[in-house]
Each structure stands twice: as C-alpha cells, then as structure tokens.
C-alpha cells in the first residue's frame, strides 16, 4: 500500500525513532502525498492486516477506561469493524450524504473515536464541538440532533451522566444490529476532512478546515518526531475531545505509527487520578497541558513511580523551565514541549534525541519553514524578536489548514509576503532554537519596552507562594501601561500579610529578570479566566483592567 509506504520507509517494521540529531531526522523526513488518502482505509485497514498476518507487536490499538474498573480493549480489526458499524449507522440511521458537516459533541467515550472514524469511512465532515459548544455556532449541521449524538446539542455534557448513559444505551442497540459490512469512500487528498474550533483564548473560537492528508498525514511528524511512538507503545493524551489536540495525539499521530491510543472518561481534571491512571497501566507517552502539569506537581510533593512512562511532551501554552524542572525531579523524566495551533501541526518540537533548552519550544518541525518576520514579511536575524511565521509560497506546506470556514476576510489576515502569521512573537537563537515570547496580542508595552507576560509569570512561579499567575497590561497615567500580575496563591500563603508578600514577590521578580518586568501591580485571585482547555484567558482580565478608567 502506497500510502502506508509514504508515511513509513519499510511500514512492516516501524522502528523506533529515536533519532541522534536533528539533522539526520530532517533528512529522513519525505512524504510523498498520494492523489487519493483515507486514513480509515489507507492507515487504520493497513494496520489490521498487519495485525493479522502477525506483523505488528500484540497491543491494542485502544484502551479505554472510565476509572471505575470499566475498560475498553480493541485490536485494529475490532476498532475496524466497529467503526464500519458505525459508519452505516450514520448513513442509515441520520441519512447523511457525503460533504455533510456533522457536530460532534460527545465526551471522552469510545463512540467518539467510532464516529471519528466513521466519519473518514463515509466522507461525512466532523465538525469537533466542546463541552462550551452552543447550537448558534453557524455551523450548519445537518446531524447536530438525533441519532449521531442523540439529544442534547449544547450544554456540558459530561456533569450530564444520565443523558450520557442513554445516548449509550442507544448506540448499545445500534451497534448490536448494524452490519460491519462497509466500503470506504474514495477521497481526495485534498478534499475536506474534518473542523476544528480554535481554543477561544482570545475571542470566539474560529472554525479551521484541515483536508484529508492535512492531519491523516501531515500528523506523521507528531507521531514519529516528537511523540516518539511505535507500535509498542501506548500513548495517553488528556486533552477533551472538541480540540484539534485530541486530533493530533489520541488519534492520527498515535495510529500513524501504530501505537495504542490510550484513553480515560476523566468528567473533571483529578491529578490524584492522573497519577493514579500513570501508576496503574501500562502508558509509555503522556501528553498534557502545562495547566495540567502545573496541577501535577503542586499535588503530591513525593516522586512518582510511573512503571512503563518513558517520554512526557507538553504543548498549548508554554510551559514554565519551574514545572518542567519540578517534574523532572520527581519522574527522572523531562517534559518535550511542542509548538502548534488549530490551524497546524506540530510547528516546533523538542526532539527525542535533542538538548533541551528548558524554556524554548525546540526546532522546527521538518515539515515547515518556519521563521521570525518583521512587519512587512523579511526575516529576521537570530536573536531578534518578531512574529512567527511560516513559509506558504510558492507552496503550502502539508499540515497547515485549507481557511477559516465562512470566513475569507480572517483567511487572507493571516497571510503576509510569503508566509502565514502565526499571531504569536518569538526568536530564534543562534542554535536555531525558537523561543515564544507571547500571543502578539498579550505584549505589554511600557515606557517603550515590549514585555511578554511568559517571563515575567515563569519568575513569579518559582516563588514558593504562587500557584499560578497571569500577566497582562494596566493602564498607568505616567507609562502608559505597567505590568500588573494575577496570582493565584499557594494554600500555605493564604493566611500571610498580604501587602509584605506583594512586595517580596515583586523583588523576586526584579531580581529574577529584568528590573523593568517587574509587575507594578499584583492582585491576589482566587482562580484565573481559562478556557475549557485550560488555557489562561489573559484577554478578560487585560479588558477589565483597561474597561475601569
Ligand atoms: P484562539 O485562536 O481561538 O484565540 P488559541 O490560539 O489558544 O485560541 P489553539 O489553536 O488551541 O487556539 O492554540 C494555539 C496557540 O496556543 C498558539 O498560537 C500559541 O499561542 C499557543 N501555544 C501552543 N503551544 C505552545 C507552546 N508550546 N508555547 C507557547 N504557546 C503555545
Ligand atoms: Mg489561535
């Protein structure tokens, strides 16, 4: 099979990519791009014959558990003939003709992979909702009701366990009596695959379209560069189901490489079940958000004895060098931190193999030309900060998304020169490392200087009092803006004086960067804006601050 060959040199024997150096893993970076690619048919069937002729490790290829002793284990062919049932039941049971969009709004339950699935078998669209998702998201759904997620369009799904149970229930009945017999559609490469809805960090989230070889290809750099994966192992990845994130790391990139996708109910964020999930089974590569690391190491201060763990990444947010070195003490284990979007792959990763540079995002990805511009599209020089960028002329790479659905005048405000704009500012070292500075609309800019909020938030965690903080501009009559800080305390530090602790947080900081980022302001909270993602939404407090003068 072509397409399994284009994304594996030999695809009966995916070795371990573990590669020496960068170089080396630049050059052995090649897809050839198929004219036609399903990933149902061309990579999940290809792994099911493998399994059958014996040529794959024994592991499933999905392990699902709701962490009350109920579990899920399917082979390629199970999740295969599942998911044709599936597929027939869309079709039959909703009457959806191919280029339907279809909102998927289900929790983090075995049927949303079916119907992932389902939908690349049937050339329906999924359009990936979260547990946010209003019914007003001008999506034009023909399924957003009825049998594809029977009932309940908006709302948060998971608090709602007995809609969820019925739901269940019914895709029970369905599953019993549908027939696995299913002849997947022939897709363009080209050709529209899936939605996804942005995070929303700062405004509504908006709709990015990604084509068939877009993710169900262009993912393979996740799968093999910075995940690391091969068919031994078994891939977790937390994030919820409506973001692209689950996308990328609890489907494409693991079952690229024939890795088991891991998966847990996890209604709510627990780190005690977090942990306990890491101690109890089998999972080789954990993915998470910083927020969720954050979370991790505050909870137990002991070190972990993690069995099987052997690579831990992290992408969404930057992660502070404080988390990634406090995890490290208590696993052994360091945390790769990637660069991506909605809008992309992996952008830059830390690379099995690699130095880290605890605080940079890594190198490249070898499937982009990625670079630091000025404003009017040149690039800049090593050391000099600027908005990040990726090359799309003369062509657009693979792995970045098709437009914003509906949406031409967003589209085109991301295009300058020869590249597409990221909107978040960063440099690159002399090494060829990128740092991230800040989302080009969370720079501070006082009395003539441009502060990102990541640096001045990384001083303030490795202050025993703070928790988490967010950084964000305030009006000020002589600067114009300062830095004002959002901290949220530390249980211990609830009950200390107030006033003395903003002070001698305000000298950690001015001694820990420089002087001039130190936050002018501090306000103690008790929980910061995030997206359901668990991002910082530094937009809400930067309004309100503007909003009272
Ligand atoms: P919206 O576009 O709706 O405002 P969003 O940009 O947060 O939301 P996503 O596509 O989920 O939506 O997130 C991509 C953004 O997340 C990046 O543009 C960047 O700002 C941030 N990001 C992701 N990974 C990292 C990282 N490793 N370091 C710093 N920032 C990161
Ligand atoms: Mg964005």
Redesign the pocket.
Known sequence: PGSMRALHKDYRTVTPQNFSNYESMKQDFKLEIPEYFNFAKDVLDQWTSMEKAGKKPSNPAFWWTNGNGEEVRWSFEELGSLSRKFANILTEACGLQRGDRVILLLPRIPEWWLANIACLRTGYTPAQGSRACKPDSHNNPRCSRGACHHGAPSGDMSNNSNACSRRHQRLQRHKQHASDNHTCVKTKHNEMMAIFF??G?SGYPKMTGHTHSSFGLGLSINGRFWLDLTPLDVMWNTSDTGWAKSAWSSVFSPWIQGACVFAHYLPRFEPTSILQTLSKFPITVFCSAPTAYRMLVQNDKASYKFKSLKHCVSAGEPINPEVTEQWRNRTGLDIYEGYG??ETVLICGNFKGMKIKPGSMGKPSPAFDVKILDVNGNVLPPGKEGDIGIRVRPNRPLGLFTHYIDNPTKTASTLRGNFYIT?DRGYMDEDGYFWFVSRADDIILSSGYRIGPFEVESALIEHPAVAESAVVSSPDPIRGEVVKAFIVLNPDYKSHDQEQLKKEIQEHVKRNTAPYKYPRKVEFIQELPKTISGKIKRNELRKKEWETI
């Open positions: 942005t995070s960090t979007q909605t909107g």
